[in-house]
Structures are given as C-alpha cells and as structure tokens.
C-alpha cells in the first residue's frame, strides 16, 4: 500500500488465539475536517470514532452489511456518530463541530470533556428483518476506553482499542489511526497475561503515529512476538454514498399526502445530508414531478 493513502491491515496471532486490525487514517480524517469545519477537539473526537469505526466495518461479514456508531453524550459537543462498511468506507456527523473546550489535566484536547456522558450505541444491519443494536455507558468519553467496554460487556469479546488524532499546528490532521486487538475466546489464561503487559508497554499511540509507524509496524510493536501473520491489506477513505435519486426515494417513500402537503405550502424543500454537507434542494416543480 501506499505510504501516503489511509488504508486498514488485518492479521492474527498466536495460532489465532488473536485477531488484530490496524489503520492509518490521515486522509479521511482530514477530508472529515474540512467537510464539517470541525475544531481541534471536533477533529479529534470525530477522528478517533472514524478510525474506529472503519475498522470495525471491516470485521463485518458481507459487502451490504453496514455498521453504525452514535455517541449519545450529554456534553456540550453533542452527539456523534459514522456509518462505515464492509469495503473500508466511512463517513461521519457531529452535532456542534466547532465547539472547543480548553485542554483537560494532561494538556491533551479533551475529547472526555467535550463527549460528556452518556451511551456508545453500535448499530449492525445485516440485512436481516431487524438490525443488531448493542448500548453501553460511556466510560471516559475518549471513545477507545468506551468501545473496549463495549467489546467486553456488548460483544463479551475482550478487546484492546486504541485511537489517535495528531494535529499540525494549523489545525489540519498531521496523522491518525488506530487498531483493535481481540482474544478469541479459546485463548489460554498466560497469553491474556502476556498480552495484556504488552499492551501496557505502548504507552502513547499518538506518539508512534508521529514517528510515521505504518500499520504494520503498529501491529508488529505489539504482536511482534506472538507469531503475527498479516492476512489482508484494504484502502481506507471518506465516503457519503447520498445522491439527488436516493433523496428522491426517501421523498417518495414518504407517501402522497405528504407530498401533497409540501406542495401546498408552496415553498421549496431542502434535505440535508448530514454525513457530507450536501443540501437537496426540491422547488414546487420538483416535489410535482414526483
Ligand atoms: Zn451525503
């Protein structure tokens, strides 16, 4: 893969007692910025879900299965939420983007702060009648901490997740990613010990996003040891699938009478599309010709 573009590495080891994802995601933490406008600490917060969430996407089974996350905080940035898939696609919404907060204790973006309390909610349709959903407290608001709690109690899939975003100091992203660590569950109790103390030894991710460590190299720091084998590499990126046809549909979808009524009031509707800033824009016209 190319050193420049964001992309997910999938491995295992330990005779598959683990399974282990990694992603750089620079680029489409960057390309979410710059859609939404967000602050320091919007970026921060948005990428870290991103990054996240891409990776989880890529754990899903089928290329229609879609996955989506929702931080229901109750502080002052609101509620945050991606939609990613099985192909490596992502994309993102934040309620107030540029809300920014003054650093927490450590002098990093505080991110906790910003998130409040509240629930992470993770959302599987597999096409099946009814999607999965599965909702935990936040922990931190940090939102690795919160989807490691999430794996453990939701998933009862114990998991390592760490994520970070690194500004530049013109506020653009200078470097992201993150990866997730899993024990299957016939893993045996001393390499959970091992494991564990490995996981400890990375003290700062952000740290080893900024000496420029690939996925690889962030997965062979941990797993280096444990017999790591990559199996897949698949690129990363921002991306909204919305269009004026799809809009159409949802407007159709909601029945005649409706319609009818939009029409009536005589003024020209506009549907916004959340993940990529889009605004449709229906006029009377329109609304008549469907
Ligand atoms: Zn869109």
Do not use: W
Not at 171 to 178: E, L, R, S
Not at 236 to 253: M, N, P
Request: net charge negative; with cysteine.
């Amino acid at each position: 893969m190319n050193k420049n573009e964001d992309y997910i590495v999938r491995g295992t080891a330990a005779d598959g007692q683990i399974r282990a994802f990694a992603a750089v995601t620079k680029n489409l933490t960057e390309q979410a910025r710059q859609i939404h406008g967000t602050s320091p600490v919007g970026t921060a917060t948005l990428g870290r879900l991103l990054t996240g969430g891409v990776m989880m996407g890529s754990m899903l089974k089928n290329p229609s299965d879609v996955l989506s996350i929702i931080l229901h905080g109750d502080g002052p940035m609101g509620k945050t939420g991606i939609t990613a898939n099985a192909a490596g696609e992502v994309k993102g919404y934040i309620s107030n983007p540029t809300f920014q907060n003054p650093p927490n204790i450590y002098g990093k973006l505080d991110v906790g702060g910003a998130v409040g309390n509240g629930t992470l909610q993770v959302i599987k349709d597999m096409g099946l009648k009814e999607p999965y959903s599965g909702q935990t407290a936040l922990i931190t608001g940090e939102i690795a901490e919160d989807l490691t709690y999430y794996f453990a109690t939701s998933e009862q899939v114990p998991t390592s997740v760490a994520l970070g975003v690194l500004m530049n100091k013109d506020n653009t992203v200078k470097q992201a990613g993150g990866f997730i660590i899993q024990l299957m569950p016939f893993a045996d109790e001393s390499l959970i010990d091992r494991l564990e103390a490995k996981i400890k030894e990375i003290t700062s991710l952000t740290v080893l996003l900024d000496e420029g460590l690939s996925p690889e190299d962030l997965l062979n720091r941990v797993l280096g040891e444990f017999g790591l084998t990559f199996n897949d590499t698949m690129p990363a990126k921002y991306h909204c699938d919305c269009s004026r046809q799809r809009v159409e549909k949802v407007l159709t979808g909601v029945g005649k009478k409706e319609l009818d009524s939009m029409i009536r009031d005589g003024k020209p509707i506009t549907v916004h599309c959340h993940f990529c800033n889009t605004d449709y824009v229906f006029t009377i016209d329109d609304l008549k010709s469907l």
